[in-house]
């Protein structure tokens, strides 16, 4: 066991089982998935401290809690074909795809694309698709989903991603304002949505026609 295998072993153990983490399936996710390989190499040596960190466009990858977090909420079981808004660095991805038959994620910046790409076939995740789109529409094409991941806030829950949800589907977001949201689990069924406040959070704007528009400008309609 190298460094970085014996931090992200205690990673899972303090930042995520201590505050209440319990599905196996994430935390076995956790322990699998290198997120050093996810960062600019001057900041492996951080890779598994308890906050979020920069990977350039004002862009970050998420603290690990709230990774495993939005993870868990999921229930993924395995057979799932899940959307995720938002690839970033990729890491929530490579999650996604331990846990996930098959993941279709959207990214609306083109420069991270290749970077990902490059490292989630390293790490044989052959079952991930990647787009370059507006992720507020989602990715109607292969809708419905039977789960769906937010990375960024929104100013509320797109219907554009819970019309692509299955029934008995579960959808998380983090809604608020720009500067601090609140972690929302919706939960889909025959006759409407549920949904559940989970947890405080702070995520980067969602940007999109059915989000935020670019900072300085007007909120989208």
């Given at each position: ?6 931090a992200?072993?205690r990673?899972v153990?303090?930042q995520?089982?201590a505050r209440g ?8 996710a956790?322990?699998?998935?290198p997120?050093h ?5 001057a900041l492996?040596e951080q890779?598994y ?5 920069p990977i ?5 990858i998420s603290?690990p809690?709230?990774?495993a977090c939005?993870?868990?909420a999921l229930g ?10 938002g690839t ?8 996604l795809?331990e ?7 959207i990214?609306?910046?083109v420069g991270f694309?290749p ?6 076939e390293e790490?044989?995740y052959?079952?991930v ?8 529409y989602?990715?109607k094409?292969?809708s419905?989903f ?5 990375t960024a ?6 219907s ?9 589907g579960?959808?998380v ?6 500067m601090?949201?609140?972690l929302?689990?919706v939960e889909?069924a025959s006759?409407?949505l549920?949904?559940?406040?989970l947890t ?9 026609a059915?989000?935020w528009k670019?900072?300085?400008e007007e909120?989208?309609?």
């Amino acid at each position: 066991m190298n460094h970085y295998d014996a931090a992200r072993y205690r990673m899972v153990k303090d930042q995520l089982v201590a505050r209440g983490i319990s599905d196996e399936r994430v935390l076995d996710a956790m322990r699998k998935v290198p997120r050093h390989l996810f960062v600019e190499e001057a900041l492996r040596e951080q890779a598994y401290g308890d906050h979020a960190l920069p990977i350039g466009e004002d862009q970050t990858i998420s603290q690990p809690y709230m990774v495993a977090c939005m993870t868990e909420a999921l229930g993924l079981r395995g057979d799932e074909k899940v959307l995720e808004i938002g690839t970033g660095s990729g890491y929530q991805t490579a999650v996604l795809a331990e846990l996930a038959s098959r993941v279709v994620t959207i990214e609306r910046i083109v420069g991270f694309i290749p970077k990902v790409w490059k490292i989630l076939e390293e790490l044989n995740y052959r079952h991930v698709v990647i787009h370059l789109s507006d992720g507020t529409y989602g990715w109607k094409d292969e809708s419905p989903f039977d789960a769906i991941m937010v990375t960024a806030g929104a100013p509320d829950i797109p219907s554009s991603l819970t019309d692509q949800l299955k029934v008995g589907g579960r959808l998380v977001i983090p809604v608020g304002n720009r500067m601090d949201q609140v972690l929302k689990k919706v939960e889909k069924a025959s006759d409407g949505l549920a949904i559940t406040t989970l947890t405080p959070c702070v995520f980067v704007p969602l940007i999109g026609a059915l989000g935020w528009k670019e900072e300085g400008e007007e909120r989208m309609i």
